[in-house]
């Protein structure tokens, strides 16, 4: 009997003492926690305010505009507005065109309208005019170079697609056509709009277009959040990568 007893008394001790064995709870923070999230507001803010630079270098540069950009200098040739304002109200033009495409914005979509306008019009207020070769070339290696870093950075922040290319995503989800031809057809389009109301397009434009999606990839890759969520409470779920830079 007292052997039973040590028995059963032995398993009930092994009972305890393998509750007490647990492995204790882990304090680290979980890829979705406050740093993660700390570095992905980080991330999406200097990637939109940057976007906004790169932009006002390529504009001053003289040598033709990223293709919206196009369109929002025909617009302000037109209205008399600043490019900036232009980009936002087209930006929020552009937003509602989600509604009938069911896409759901996120911070980042939001933040992106408003923003990148804002900073390039600010840029564009500091930059000195300049005829010089000498200046207007760098400042149009500049502004391509730091809009595929700023691209890189506020992609990865993963807070919702910019209104643009949630407008391109939508279409493809609608109507079935490829990402590289809904995307290719909206450009287009952009393009000459713009150029019709008297938008520059040159070769600024061109090289823009051919160099955007290698240099997008790279600072993807530079800028990616090693097991960061692909969705958050305050962002819709984004697109992927490649599907918004897919050309």
Excluded at 109 to 137: E, K, Q
Excluded at 148 to 166: E, K, M, N, Q, V
């Amino acid at each position: 009997m007292r052997q039973a007893i040590s028995t059963i008394g032995g398993h009930s001790l092994s009972a305890k003492s393998t509750k007490s064995a647990k492995t204790p709870r882990r304090t680290s923070v979980t890829p979705g926690g406050k740093p993660h999230l700390a570095r992905r507001l980080c991330q999406l803010y200097a990637g939109l305010t940057l976007y906004g630079v790169s932009s006002a270098l390529m504009v001053t540069a003289g040598f033709g505009p990223e293709p919206w950009n196009v369109l929002n200098q025909g617009l302000a040739e037109l209205t008399g507005l600043s490019i900036g304002t232009i980009s936002i109200i087209v930006g929020a033009a552009v937003l509602l065109l989600w509604i009938p495409l069911r896409q759901r914005p996120g911070l980042g979509t939001v933040s992106n309208v408003f923003l990148c306008g804002l900073s390039m019009d600010a840029t564009l207020a500091l930059l000195p005019d300049s005829d010089s070769f000498a200046v207007r070339i760098p400042l149009l290696a500049a502004g391509i170079l730091l809009n595929g870093l700023s691209t890189g950075l506020y992609i990865t922040a993963r807070f919702g697609p910019g209104p643009r290319d949630g407008l391109m995503t939508g279409l493809h989800q609608r109507t079935g056509r490829s990402i590289r031809l809904m995307r290719t057809v909206i450009e287009v389009v952009v393009v000459a709009t713009g150029f019709a109301l008297g938008g520059t397009v040159g070769v600024g434009t061109v090289l823009y277009a051919v160099s955007i999606g290698p240099l997008a990839q790279f600072f993807l890759r530079v800028f990616a959040i090693p097991g960061a969520p692909s969705r958050s409470v305050v962002a819709a779920a984004g697109q992927p990568e490649q599907a918004i830079l897919q050309r």
